[in-house]
């Protein structure tokens, strides 16, 4: 065989200059990074207010960066990555250690389990919403669709006992109970990993009739985050749970009146 001796030739300007905007979104992903290994800290110290305030804080910067990917035109394989990643630390392992210290802690083996199940449900929840992103056979109606709880609503919904405990601190006894926290894990286990259809408002349209009373609303639910964090964030925690039997009823209308409209399709199923 003959040496290969020809050499692969690469261009300079590729990898010496990277424009800023390009990084932003980067960024902000890294700052959603440090949030959930801060909340981390936090639960390990017993300071559950700040724990899962940094939770929340990464699922706001995880809002962003895809956002600002696509207004920057930013996006990229490495941003898709780095982002998963990211949310498996974040909305993955931090709230399993956190509700395993808050509850869990003096049931190492069974404890421990319900933690680990949640954490592999939202690996395997990443893992399926990558490979679906280059699916080209997924139909439309599809795009106003999670398939299944979204990362950080998964988060959420796992803390929300130690959010209610905060301001209804007689409910205490109950929600710190090993039972109920247990099974909650493991129904937003399930949640996260099925293939449940949940409301995305990634590509909703508003009225331009609606865009003052929503600004309103805005308004109010910023106050009340300010004023009663916790109870505001439990709250809307607790209507995103409500919202996904409302979800179900809107998919399968969806779907029905898409496969109305193709008849074709029933003809090739038929």
């Known amino acids: 065989m003959k040496p290969l001796n020809k050499k692969i030739k690469f261009s300079k300007n590729k990898f010496s200059e990277v424009p800023f905007r390009k990084l932003v979104p980067n960024i902000v992903t890294m700052l959603a990074l440090c949030s959930g290994i801060t909340s981390i800290r936090y639960s390990v110290q017993e300071d559950w207010s700040k724990a899962v ?76 919403f990558n490979t679906m992103l280059e699916d080209k056979t997924i139909p439309p109606y599809w795009s106003h669709y999670f398939t299944g709880v979204p990362a950080p609503a998964a988060a959420a919904m796992v803390m929300m006992p130690i959010l209610i405990s905060f301001d209804f601190v007689e409910a205490e006894s109950v929600l710190r109970t090993h039972l109920f926290c247990g099974l909650w894990m493991c129904f937003v286990s399930y949640l996260e990993t099925s293939r449940i259809p949940t409301i995305s408002l990634k590509k909703s349209k508003i009225k331009a009739s609606m865009v003052i009373p929503l600004l309103i609303i805005v308004a109010l639910l910023a106050n009340f985050l300010f004023t009663q964090t916790w109870l505001t964030l439990g709250v809307l925690t607790a209507l995103y749970t409500l919202s996904i039997p409302v979800g179900i009823i809107k998919f399968l209308r969806d779907k029905k009146a898409y496969l109305a409209s193709q008849p074709e399709i029933i003809k090739n199923a038929e």
């Open 53 to 128: 305030l940094f939770i929340f804080l990464a699922a706001l910067f995880d809002g962003l960066d895809g956002r600002l990917a696509r207004m920057l035109k930013a996006s990229s394989k490495f941003g898709a990555e780095l982002d998963s990643l990211c949310d498996f630390v974040s909305f993955g392992v931090a709230p399993a250690i956190l509700m395993f210290q808050w509850c869990l802690f003096d049931l190492p083996k069974i404890g421990w389990f319900f933690c680990l199940l949640f954490a592999m449900g939202m690996a395997m929840r990443l893992a399926r």
